[in-house]
């Protein structure tokens, strides 16, 4: 079986959290995990199967370590590599700019050759717009989690979001 590259950068620790609960759902033996703030574009090549993930900061913002590596990232050739994205945001705080950076991130892996997989409704969730949804602003791009305002569905929207990649990486 395949390995699963997952690649995150955090700030505060939850897009951590996630990333572990990920590895634990997905099976330690199958995932290995990368903090964006020492990986290079090499590390990525290495995986047929990748999930990205991290938080939008402020107004629509990167985290810090993927701002850092932003230009490296925007150059690497994702064809024949599935890629699933989560992202982490304030659906009532920053309601303008709800997981924009996942939806960044996840534009850049399609535009670059990747097969995306893992998009999730948007039901449940209340904000204004987000760079992350399907034109028809029925899908996320990949997994949306709101530790600030919903913390309590983390595990349950990661429990069923593994699942759903599990099948679509044909795990």
């Known amino acids: 079986m395949s390995k699963v590259g997952l690649f995150y950068g955090t700030d505060t620790g939850n897009t951590e959290r996630v990333a572990d609960l990920i590895k634990q759902a997905m099976g330690a033996d199958i ?9 290079t574009a090499k590390d990525f090549a290495q995986y047929d199967k990748i999930i990205l993930g991290q ?31 989560f992202g982490l945001g304030d659906q009532a705080d920053y309601s303008e700019y709800f997981l924009d950076a996942m939806g960044l991130m996840h534009d850049i892996a399609v535009e670059n050759g990747a ?3 893992g998009y999730t409704s948007t039901e449940g969730f209340e904000f204004d717009e987000s760079k992350a949804v399907t034109e028809d602003g029925e899908f996320f791009v990949g997994l949306g989690i709101d530790e600030d305002q919903q913390p309590e569905l983390t595990d349950e929207r990661v429990q069923n979001w593994v699942a759903q990649i599990k099948e679509e990486f044909e795990l």
């Open 31 to 39: 995932v290995e995990v990368h903090d964006v703030a020492t990986a």
């Open 55 to 85: 938080p939008t900061w402020y107004y629509g913002e990167l985290q810090s370590s993927w701002d850092d590596f932003w230009a490296e990232f925007k150059d690497i050739d994702f064809s024949g590599k599935t890629v699933a994205c």
């Open 115 to 117: 097969t995306p997989a």
